[in-house]
């Protein structure tokens, strides 16, 4: 299972984490981090959705591709957050998913929920790691 253990990230992803989280608080909107690090098996299984396994396609990274997968360093350079009303995630609140995107994005963080020609993934944010630390 994914962990949502913020110390598993890389130094600098852990920090934008950390400073989203009191950004977006600052807007007044809760968020759960809710994925942090998978491993190789279980980016296989997302990868398989809507492919080999039945439901929608969820990823377009394989496994040891996606930013949540450690990479080199042994971190996660990628984040998985959703807005929380009263308890209850909130998947399709436009409103409460720009003003998160935009937090990430002003505390140094890649949303994927402005990817153009990929699978954009609103709840998905990232820094990119330096070469020799990605994984082939």
């Given at each position: 299972m994914?962990?949502?253990?913020l110390?598993?990230?890389?130094p600098?992803?852990?920090r ?11 807007a007044g909107?809760h968020?759960?981090?809710y994925?942090?690090?998978r491993?190789?098996?279980e ?5 398989a959705r809507?492919r ?9 990274a ?15 350079w ?11 995630p909130?998947?399709?609140?436009e409103?409460?998913l720009?003003v998160m ?6 505390v140094?963080l890649?949303?994927?929920g402005?990817w ?18 990605r994984?082939?």
């Amino acid at each position: 299972m994914a962990s949502r253990q913020l110390d598993e990230l890389a130094p600098p992803v852990y920090r934008a984490a950390l400073a989203f989280v009191e950004r977006c608080n600052g807007a007044g909107l809760h968020v759960l981090i809710y994925c942090t690090v998978r491993d190789d098996a279980e980016q296989a299984l997302l990868y398989a959705r809507g492919r080999t396994a039945p439901g929608a396609i969820v990823t377009n990274a394989r496994p040891g591709q996606s930013l949540h997968n450690p990479q080199k360093d042994g971190h996660a350079w990628a984040v998985d957050a959703v807005p929380m009303l009263a308890g209850e995630p909130r998947w399709s609140d436009e409103g409460a998913l720009m003003v998160m995107g935009a937090a990430g994005e002003r505390v140094g963080l890649e949303w994927a929920g402005r990817w153009r020609g990929k699978l954009r993934e609103r709840v998905h944010f990232q820094i990119k790691p330096p070469a020799d630390v990605r994984r082939a």
